[in-house]
């Protein structure tokens, strides 16, 4: 069995890794400039999140396989990410949707691990709470927009919410791993977030006049590599040059 | 008469042209092609970048590269409100561009087929976009200058940034070593025909240089550009695909081959290798996001009326 | 009533139904959910494989793969026709399946996540289809016993190219050997599912044997398919995941654990891990297809026209 | 240099495989079963003949590489295919439009080349010429039948041959290595097929109530192995089972 720290740092750095990559493939495909903008600014913050997260990860692992070996030499079911991130752009209200979604719980989690007895992850958590906030806002601001928007804004952003829900509850899973961590003040209890997730969430998806769809048979299975079917298609992009030429340094 | 007297005055002294000031309509029509011509570049620019975005080799390149991207995307931004100052509507350019009646760089319609592409076009292309525009931070149009200084500094960054992902190829792998000759082949001569036709094919120069919108001839600058970037390629120990080319003692320049002109003015003309690709890339996107576009001015819209309601 | 009379003492007798007999209502409805159900599980099948067909790690398979879902496509088509012959236009039975109505297998709401799950699918899911349809080639109803005859030689070689392909894994590397395990582990209960709700949740399955639309019980095929499939395993060096299996001497079958029911019903309320992705998938394809299908239609009215005219 | 003829069925087999590999990305997305049926049969017979073309290829090189390894293992810019069967498929007139170019020209190569002074070559023409054939009959129907269906489908046709002209010429250049390989009859000389290609193409166009464009800035430089940007990406998923694992057997 992992280092369960290990198995913990590498869901916080794939949940970065993974959207990150998502919202790349956006790129000179925006609606407007000044999204194609925001959302590379979303994508380079998650970046530079991911790269925090598994460098650590690498450390505490301690068989010398640094944030570029974790992020191009695992395959799908190595990831740990959760199902949200990895699923397909869509179009752009659902790419809001998953953002705002995601982004919410995030900054919730992070937040709680600014206090995490392991002052490595308090001070990544620290830097990247300050990041996500603007992506809460930025996402919310755009689900608010379109679901208050024209009736075709307002359709799109219902179904991007109500394609994304059955993928919410996997964020705030604790398994017997994270139990732990947070018994031992390392990992935050994603329980204890939820009620604020509901309460937020509600209060944004009222401001955009939606509603809110009654519950899904939730979906999970990304803590134990168990993806959807996209996320090995987007491997074998991303990782292409990494795979086609194993000894090279970029 | 006496205000054009007065136009051509204050430009020949260097001064700034605000928006607000009296310019000839044949200035403010030659800047709006051009400002709006660089904004458009920067724009579909991102496209031949993006093509690797999604498979960078590296998290630290992938952020590189995100980066410069984003900038690109702000220098469009800069771009089309410095035109917007000249009294053209930002959709009114985006459509010019869409049916094919505003230009934008030849460059941008040859493909990145390699990772090198991306260390190619950041040394090669923004480094004769350099070229191009550090005369211009002293255009005579004040946004436009404004504009510029900004851009320079960040584009000169995205040089170094290029020069460097080559660097790390040309001591790396045979194969990455390779892959960085076959990117400066590639990438040469369309580089070289970035400063446009020859002067003696140039009309509008002689005009355009009086009024500072342009402050150095196309193979000035082209000259220009080779003299500083040969000796780089030498430091890369990477070979210019050019026979003809050598240091010339006497001029104190290199001499180099004759570009292929068809090639040029077929590109020009909508022709270059991925030119379709890249517009429809452009126009599905507007298109595509029209609906965001609706609904953020139908939001807006609502927003006011509620602010006055209350 | 003396219609129903005769009817069933045809069927009784192991006569066929042919489409232009009589036949009670409900015969008739039991036979276009049961027959269209099972081409929509062909049609939307496609799709999980269709899933590695691009990305097949050999030629040779490759074809192999292209070439059993062009069969899944010719079975589909049969069982469209079959269904037709009841009064149901196809138009209807796929409305139907977009619309939710109507029903597929529902193992083809799991992904297909490695290359092994299409040798999985091949052995298992195959497999399981065989059990059911073996019967039905005496199926009471004759197109689609008929199209069964069919349907069950080509599903026959499906089972054994899906077994091959296992086979090459487990005598290859150990990742390969790895990936074979762990597909057998995600595909175990979802097949042992595909034969339904056990016999006692299971209200209308007197009614279908009695009318020969069905022939054996859900449990009865299960066992038989337990039984079949798990020496197959042991030949391939994988284990099943069931920590209950065992030979049961007394029995002469395998006794096995508790099927997760939650997770079925769950299933076929349309909640499977990509039930949405699948039907999303195929109404995605239709509406693309649409202009097509116009076009095609015009053009033969037209063709009728001009035809007529001359 | 590599051997000619070694070059020569490169060339003839990746057009094969690439197209194929674009006619796998419709499965089950096609318009109809019919359709997908049909498209998965010319799919399967190119593949056929991209196996022939690039087993005989292999043993030709002499070292020791067979179809798999050819497919697998090369670089984009190793692949000889022409520009037109890499494009992306687009809608379906854009499929058919592909379809008709590249088979039309294909069937006159092939009825060339089994009379070719290598007898390997003219077995493999001989067998694949049939199946081009029919691939010639029913993209021509296509074209005919959406060119003269809807409005809607008459202009997508129209724009379906329009963006694909570019791509014409360069099936029918032969360069220095072609032309030695012809004077010795093995290779068919492509620019004598042209004319009939215009005269056939012509004549379904017309039927289709189609109108050939202008002649457009052609362009060359697959049998160089200079592509489009798709092609590398396309082979990013094609291959990444065979790069990830390069010790497995399939």
Known sequence: MADPLFEYLQRLGDDSLILAQRLCEWCGRAPSVEVDLSIANMGLDLLGQAQLFLAYAGEIEGKGRDEDALAYHRDAAEFRNCLLVEQPNGDFAQTMARQFLFSLHRELLLEALTASSDTRIAEIAA??????????????DWVIRLGDGTDESHRRMEEGLDWFWRFVDEMFELDALETELASSGIAADRRALRGEFDRRMTEVVERATLEVKPSQWPLSGGRRGRHGEELSRMLAEMQVLARAYPDARW | ????????????ADEFIEPNDWMPEAYRKTLVRQISQHAHSEIVGMLPEGNWLTRAPSLARKAILLAKIQDEAGHGLYLYCAAETLGTSRQEMIEALHSGK?????IFNYPTLTWADIGAIGWLVDGAAIMNQVPLQRTSYGPYARAMVRICKEESFHQRQGFDLLLQLVNGTPEQKA??????????????????????????TARSMRWRIKRETNDELRQR????????????GLKVPDPDLTWNEERGHYDFGEIDWAEFYAVVRGDGPLAKERLKARRDAWDQGAWVREAADAYEAKQAQRSLAA
């Not at chain 2, 892959?179 to 025909?193: E, I, K, N, V, Y």
């Open chain 2, 102 to 106: 505003a230009k934008y760089s030849t």
């Open chain 2, 1 to 12: 008469p006496a205000k054009v007297a007065r136009f051509e005055e204050r430009v020949a």
């Open chain 1, 127 to 140: 830097k990247a709470v300050k990041e996500v906030r603007y992506h809460v806002e930025l996402s919310s």
């Open chain 2, 179 to 204: 892959m960085a000759q076959d990117a400066l082949g590639r990438w040469w001569w369309p580089s070289l025909m970035m400063f446009g036709p020859p002067d003696d094919q140039s009309p509008n």
């Open chain 2, 225 to 236: 550009f080779v003299d500083a970037t040969v000796p780089q390629a030498e430091l890369l």
